[in-house]
């Protein structure tokens, strides 16, 4: 089975820290993907990366930058954290091509306060 | 831009009974998912459907492709309480990145 780890469950962090998301897949999947769901909006797409140093822009890229030093690891970065950042953060994972699914880690729950 | 939209958003089910959730998306799609999340917990893959007309089962639901509609189903057969959860749909066309539904909230009651 695939298995997406992501760093910490539940998070607290203060305005205006930087704030890293670490994500960790162990099935050797080339795409990498960071989340956020909030009620009533379902999932936003943030950032995601098909290959080592590669990303794209997601919907909402503002406020947030992505790391991929290495192909099992995606690193979501919050630069200076506002509260309207708090929010459940998901990473996911597929393999090469469009078509694959996308499996999800167990999310981190972030509050800014 | 490609949109999702599912219906109904909340849905209260008694055991036994029969029910269908809607997948309406607004561009050409090449793929539809269905995902299922229970409180607390990450998203659980639960369909691919990537061509018209695919049909796919898996216990006591059914997933259902239409492209020409882009219309995706998902039916909910003699529901019981273990289906209780929130169910998405996705879609995506000609690159990595997914629109997911709001999500379905499914409660089956006694």
Same mark, same amino acid.
């Given at each position: 089975?695939? *298995? ?13 820290? *930087? ?50 030093? *290495? ?25 090469? /091509? ?6 999800? /880690? ?8 | ?74 039916? #909910? ?31 089956? #009651?006694?």
């Amino acid at each position: 089975d695939v *298995k997406v780890t992501q760093s910490s469950r539940y998070l607290v962090k203060r305005t205006g820290e *930087k704030v890293f998301l670490e994500c960790v897949q162990d099935m050797d999947h080339e795409n990498m993907f960071w989340y956020r769901q909030d009620p009533g909006l379902g999932l936003r797409l943030i950032y995601f990366s098909y290959d080592v140093k590669m990303k794209e822009k997601g919907d909402i890229p503002e406020g947030y930058s992505v790391s991929r030093e *290495k192909k099992e690891r995606f690193s979501l970065i919050l630069e200076s954290a506002s509260t309207n950042q708090t929010s459940m953060y998901l990473c996911a994972s597929s393999l090469f /091509g469009e078509r694959q699914p996308q499996h999800f /880690g167990d999310g981190t729950r972030l509050s800014i306060l | 831009e490609l949109k999702v939209e599912q219906n109904p958003l909340f849905l209260s089910m008694q055991e036994g009974k029969n029910y269908t959730i809607y997948c309406n998306y607004s561009t050409t799609s090449d793929r539809l998912y269905w995902y299922r999340q229970d409180p607390g917990k990450s998203l659980e893959s639960l369909f691919v459907l990537l061509s018209n007309g695919a049909v796919k089962q898996e216990g006591r639901l059914m997933a259902s492709l239409d492209t020409k509609a882009r219309l995706s189903t998902l039916h #909910i057969t003699a529901a019981v309480h273990d289906l209780s959860a929130t169910y998405f749909c996705s879609s995506g066309a000609g690159s990595y990145q997914l629109t997911f539904g709001k999500g379905t909230k499914l409660s089956v #009651i006694p």
